[in-house]
């Protein structure tokens, strides 16, 4: 598996539709591939989700 695989994993359903609306101005723009644009949004959204599950169980376990 390679990374733009790996992070286009990360887009479904309202993501996959940011990411693909991203990608081609973006990629105009740089010398990056759509996929690779997609793969980054994809790694972004898969980065905040942890931030934001962690956060989650911090609260949790200082609750407790």
Do not use: C, N
Not at 30 to 44: E, F, I, K, P, Y
């Amino acid at each position: 598996m390679d990374k733009v695989t790996l992070g286009q994993a990360g887009l479904a359903g309202w993501r996959k539709k940011v990411g693909d609306v991203v990608a081609r101005p973006v990629a105009g723009h740089s010398s990056l591939s759509t996929d690779q644009v997609q793969a980054a949004v994809g790694a972004l959204f898969f980065a905040l989700s942890l931030l934001y599950v962690t956060g989650t169980f911090r609260r949790l376990l200082r609750r407790r």
